[in-house]
């Protein structure tokens, strides 16, 4: 019993022993290969070798490999022995599948995950599943210039990688991975030998692939790490709706651009970028090939830096939020929008080339820009190569303030020309391409005192046209003409020398011009004149610089005509920066206030050919003084116009000037014209010269000497007031004119000088001069000549002096058979035109009627069978209508004695007694002075008005003596004078209707 007992004992221990042994044995054999089955298929899933420290099964709702250690893809170049390692890896086993003979897995979960991505030298990335997923579903890029979309292509791959097929499980899932991405290829610059590392950290994401739909989901956080920068957290999330669209988006939050930059171009053509980076990028892709990227961004303290050739492109800005979308597929690339905000400043543009690049490939291009004010432009001109950076701001120099308040363009070229274009190799846009802005509240200085504000309109530019379109604004707060320039063929302007395109003057501001062509203004002085006698102008500029015009004009053939409402400017020849150039401005300014402006251009010609100089019959003048080429001895640095002017003919109240012409010299601010000649119709010739200071706005400083030779009195008259038929004869004239001229004001109000008058040979209607008419009323029944219908003459000599808009004189007179002598003063610019002055009226009986019992007198008495009678009158009134009053005196047959006794010069005191009144020759003085005006001074033995506080007295010994007798000279006075009132009020103050009696 006991043995049996211990049989059975030993039995069981041994049987136990067996089990246990069995199963331990078991055990090590489950376990290695479990281990190894397990490297295998992770293996065959992985694409490559697997080692595995620790395995084991786990059954948690389903069967489950657990693992430690797990290290695949062996390292030769890494500093770790794998590329891809993870401290603890769970991995859910498929039952279905493994039933049928397929090992597969449900879910695979990487904890403490490290993972290294390293791009040899070659552009081989290891471990190789990286490069066979590289490789897979990219279309084989042959064309050199494809290559710039690569960017485009790794969104393509990485979507197509991460979200079509499973990877290694149906939900792959990473806790705290690491990836370290290390690219010998592209070094961080150039000579440099350290290597680009990019890092991501704390990475933790999962794939979920659905069996039964085909949806894929990804979601994905990590943070992304360069060799200097921090740590940037990123955000990614992808979907594959089962049919073949593919969505992926990627957020990222102040990424450093310095991280990008090694993938911008090639090592010698890649741009330098610094800043950061907020915004979200989202691709679409629902076939291979095709694909659309949408970028939200936003950029803070940006700057980037472009290679070129001569310089490099600069730009900084420290906010800028810009939206792009692109398009690629097989036959084309296109951006469209590229939308770029910053400060109120919008930029649209959007563009489309097609495929496969060549230089060949069209492209087409439009862009609109909004809001962009003075400060922005010029800050992004200073970003230019130096010699246009300078064109630019030189252009822009005297433009203050202003906004460019919408541009836009538009064109189509090859690319190899766009690509030509922005290397600068071209100047000009591409054929078809048009750019228009819209410009608005622009200032610019015009000169030292010149402005020109609220400056708005239209600039249209293409490869032959740029236009100026319903421009308005003000030029010193006075409104500008509407204007519209058209320049064709303007690169002829840009493809000229640069000496030819140097200004050598910087004249200063011109803001007296609209007052010195209101002077002209013959619509407002004459609405009723004829347009078919409006003279033409024509201008042959020598030279011209004046910054409106940015270069220089050179050998300009100018045509000023004048019609209906306004005037038409032919441009016949001329160069302009050097390019020949010609067209027409037609200013319409009667009803409307606009100027259109249309000139064409040439190529440069290096020399001038023959047939272009400048016609002979521009500015016919006869052989040149030595002082006729004034103007090319004048310092460069004041000169910047000059040249010759002439006028065929002008007809004034029927007065012909003929071939007017001389020089012109535009000085500073001060316009000089220089022998002014012309010829009179039908007799005589004028001459003068004259300045106008052109740098005040509300007057015109200028002095002029001007003389007219053998004049047509009877033509001269109507152009100064007279009527028509009220004299003839024939007229020396000289005049020295100083002062001011101002629009709307009459011609003498601010001038001063003097007009030496000499008529000879010739007769005064009586009936078309109320002076004259007054007179023979006067004398009725006295004058024998009051009678006739006209007084000839012999001869009118005076000096008329100019003074605040009045003209006086004390040497009047006219010999011829009637005798008049006159000192006195008429206001020639306040109407009604007061007049006061004393006139002695003399002329000849016979000798038998006066003094037949002295015939000694004949001798001494002017006139050679008759005697002088004479009489003196007060005239004062108007110049329409006078009043003439008989001053006392004594009859001229009395006292003649006395007469035989006394010197001619004493013949008036001696004939009248010493008793005679002598009259007021000078206005009474004004209690209160207006401002600006004095009363004229008087000759010297004639009282002034200011130390006599009665009427001055004019002796008859003061009048001018016979012209048998010479007169004491007097004094020069400098005055100031008006010739339309002074030839009207001469001829008025001399001629005789009726004669006393």
Known sequence: MIRSLLKTLLTLTLFLSAIFLGYFISSLLEHRFLKEETEKQLALLLQGPVQIGEVHLA???????????????????????????????????????????????????????????????????????????????????????????????????????????VILADRFEVQNGTITVVDELTPISKGEDQLLQISVSQLNGRI????????????????????????????????????????????ATDLPLKLIEPYLGSQESRPKIAGSWTGQLDYETHRLGHGALTADSQFRDLAFKIPDQ???????????????????????????????????????????????????????????????????????????????????????????????QRANGSGAATLKIWTQLLSRELDLLPPGFKVSANLFDIQIRTGNDGLIDELSGTVELNENEFSLLNVTGLLNKNPLPTFNVQIHDFKNLLATPEEDRTMHSQPPGLSGIPAFLALFNFDSRDPTRDDSIRPELILNIERLEYPLFRWPIRDALVRIKQIPGGSI?????????????????????????????????AAYQPTVPPGTQEPEEVVPVSPRSPNE??????????????????????????????????????????????????????????????????????????????????????????????????????????????????????????????????????????????LLIEIAHASEGYNEYAQRGSIAFESIKSTLKVEDGRISTDDFKLEGPVRIYVSGTIDATRPPNEIIGVLGLFFFRGAGQIMERIPLVKAILPGSEKGLVGAYYQVDGTFDRPHVELLRGKSFAEDLPDVLLAPYALLNTVLTGGSLNQGQTKPDPIASPQEGLSLPSAPEKTPTVENQPEKTKVAPQDLPPSENESAPEKPKVETQLDPKPILKALPEASNITKEDS
């Open 59 to 165: 059954l948690r709702g389903g069967l489950f490999i657990e693992g430690e250690n797990v290290g695949a893809y062996p390292s030769q170049s890494s500093s770790s022995t794998h590329y891809l390692f993870s401290e603890w890896v769970s991995a859910e086993i498929d039952v279905t599948a493994l039933l049928a003979g397929k090992f597969r897995l449900s879910g695979l979960l990487l904890r403490d995950v490290t993972f290294q991505i390293w791009r040899n030298s070659e552009g081989r990335w290891e471990p190789p599943p990286i490069e066979a997923l590289a490789q897979k579903n990219r279309v084989d890029v042959s064309n050199p210039m494809d290559k710039n979309l690569d960017f485009l292509a790794a969104f393509e791959d990485v979507s197509r990688t991460l979200l079509s097929d």
């Open 208 to 251: 979920v692939h659905h069996w039964l739909s085909g949806v894929v989901d990804l979601r994905l956080s990590t943070f992304l790490q360069g060799s200097e920068s921090k740590r940037i957290p990123i955000r990614a999330e992808g979907t594959h709706n089962g049919a073949g669209d593919f969505s992926l988006k990627l957020a």
């Open 310 to 404: 001569s310089h490099d492109i600069k730009f900084a800005q420290d906010e800028l939020s810009v939206f792009t979308h692109m398009e690629i597929d097989p036959t084309k690339f296109s951006i469209d929008p590229i939308l770029i905000r910053n400060e109120g400043v919008v930029m649209t543009i959007g563009t489309q080339i097609e495929r496969p690049f060549s230089e060949q490939a069209q492209m087409t291009l439009s862009a609109e820009l909004t809001g962009l004010d003075l400060n922005g432009l010029k800050n992004t001109i200073q970003n230019f190569p130096p010699e246009t950076s300078k064109g630019l701001s030189n252009f822009l120099r005297r433009v203050d303030t202003g906004k460019l």
């Open 569 to 601: 400017f032919e441009i016949n020849t001329g160069t302009w920066a050097g390019a020949p150039f010609w067209g027409e401005a037609r200013w319409t300014h009667a009803t409307s206030n606009i100027l259109n402006f249309e000139i064409w251009t």
């Open 629 to 770: 080429d004034l103007a090319n001895h004048l310092p460069t640095r004041e000169k910047w116009a000059s040249g010759r002017f002439r006028i065929p003919e002008v007809n004034m109240s029927g007065l012909v000037f003929r071939d007017i012409r001389g020089f012109f010299l535009l000085q500073g601010q001060t316009l000089e014209l220089h022998q002014i000649r012309s010829d009179l119709k039908p007799s005589g010739k004028l001459l003068g010269s004259a300045d106008f200071n052109l740098g005040y706005p509300e007057h015109v400083p200028t002095e002029s000497r001007f003389s007219i030779v053998s004049g047509d009195v009877e033509s001269i008259g109507p152009t100064i007031g007279f009527s028509p038929g009220y004299a003839t004869g024939r007229l020396h004239l000289s005049a020295e004119l100083k002062g001011a001229l101002r629009p709307q004001t009459p011609l003498l109000a601010d001038l001063a000088g003097q007009f030496r008058v000499d008529a000879r040979d010739g007769e005064l209607q009586t009936n078309e001069l109320p």
